[in-house]
């Protein structure tokens, strides 16, 4: 999975939305306590910043390095580059020590996990009865109707550089197998739904583009998604030179449960 993102962990940063308060809020409001916070997947610690306002500690592990490099350093945040086949004893001594963690976050990346292996790890580590795992995904954003027209052209004529776990995303995590209970005060383990907006002008909305993995893939296949006649219909459906700031809608959905008493 990380060698989909190498090439475009710049982009990535520049263009990827940031997760509302709400959506922290809620999660943390679901774990008695707020010692310790592990967030799988962090790349560049987007989520991981947002969680060291509501724990104590926080630890940001991922497989790619050069996602880590563009991470911003926070006191109670501890960035660990973890190998994607590390061992359970590998993750208590690097991550977490055994029942010891009150929450776990997946912020887009859910889909990339060895589930069963990464379940075994998170009950490992997790607080008995109490701990918590979040995954949450966004999908993919709203403009206008002349804009998503264009979009939606292009993300379905590139299906065939996604990997097929990209399909997770697009059934918005709702038939992963998630063998966790509800949280205190639901009934389900969701996914819950919220939102996140960012204003973008037509440069940067491209450049969001340019940093998905099926950009690469086909670039490195020899074909340009955004081609001439694309980048034509963008600009038309976008108006004007193309620097007008526009609002962009990204859906979240999210998965949230604690651990079964066994």
């Known amino acids: ?17 940031s997760y509302p308060p709400e959506l922290f809020d809620f999660i943390a409001s679901k774990t008695p306590r707020h010692d310790l916070a592990w967030d799988v997947g962090t790349g ?14 926080v630890v940001g592990t991922d497989t790619s390095a050069q996602q880590l490099a563009y991470a911003t350093p926070l006191p109670n945040v501890r ?7 590390l061992p359970l004893a590998g993750i208590h001594d690097a991550v977490a020590r055994p029942a010891s963690v009150d929450l776990i976050t997946v912020a887009q990346a859910f889909h990339w996990l060895d589930l069963p ?18 995954a949450w995904c966004y999908t993919e954003p709203r403009v206008s109707a002349a804009v998503d027209t ?11 550089y996604w990997a097929l776990n990209r399909r997770m995303v697009d059934d918005e995590y709702r038939s992963a197998d998630f063998p966790f209970d509800p949280v205190d005060g639901e009934t389900h383990t969701g996914p819950f739904d919220f939102s996140t907006e960012r204003r973008m002008d037509l ?25 001439e ?27 949230i449960g604690k651990v079964r008493v066994e």
């Open 203 to 227: 440069d940067d909305y491209l450049m969001y583009i340019t940093s998905w993995s099926a950009y690469q893939t086909a670039k490195d296949k020899g074909i340009e998604l955004l081609d």
């Open 117 to 134: 292996r990464f379940y075994a790890q998170a009950r490992s580590v997790l607080r008995p009865a109490h701990g918590v795992l979040a």
């Open 44 to 57: 560049n610690g987007q989520a991981a910043a947002s969680l060291a306002k509501l724990y104590k500690g």
């Open 150 to 160: 264009v979009f939606w052209r292009l993300y379905h004529g590139s299906e065939q």
């Open 229 to 255: 006649a694309t980048l034509h219909e963008f600009g038309a459906a976008w108006g004007g030179d193309g620097k007008e700031v526009k609002t962009v809608t990204y859906p979240i959905f999210l998965r």
């Open 1 to 17: 999975m990380a060698s989909l993102f190498l090439k475009q962990a710049k982009q990535y940063v520049a263009t990827r939305p």
């Open 79 to 85: 960035y660990v580059h973890t190998p994607p086949d």
